[in-house]
């Protein structure tokens, strides 16, 4: 069997590499993992750390027993970047999550807490359905890891049903709602 790429995330560009993967551990019941290779989304997987002899790497496997929580055909034009970042607080001396973004129609940024963000702006956007996938696990100035978010477009798969979309999208948003609240 061929080995899906998509799911190995190489860390030779995070310099806390154990530090990244612990970050990452903290999402996987938060965020589905999209693989384009296979056009699928992930909901429910496991993470391993894999020590390679410096070709360390975050290993996703998704649970072949729950098929039910992996959703087939999701084009690759339907996951879009949110320039969205999702960091720890520690990196500003807080607690929590926090979530840096751009002002709409301008070239500046904003950084808030993750539940004031969710608040004010990502609860209203139109069906804003954060996902990862590979290449989003990033290190701010070799300090702290962070997340930079992708978003599921449902208007970009009109190949799946009406009923198939509504799953996704509920299975995205009550993932992402555990952290939020």
Known sequence: METNTD?????KHIIHQQKAYDYMHQFRDV???YSESVCQLYSNYRLHYIDGL???EI???PDEQAWHETFDSVRGEAVRPSNIMLFPGELLGKEGFFVRMPVKGDKKWVTMPLS???DRVL???DSFLPLIKKGDLREFKARSPYLHLHWLDLERMSN???FQ???IADTILSRFHEIVR
């Open 123 to 125: 609860s209203k956007k």
């Open 7 to 11: 799911l190995r995330w190489g860390l």
């Open 59 to 61: 290993q996703i496997l």
């Open 116 to 118: 004031e963000a969710f």
């Open 160 to 162: 799946l049903s009406a």
């Open 31 to 33: 965020f589905c993992v």
């Open 165 to 167: 979309r509504l799953d």
């Open 54 to 56: 410096g070709e360390n």
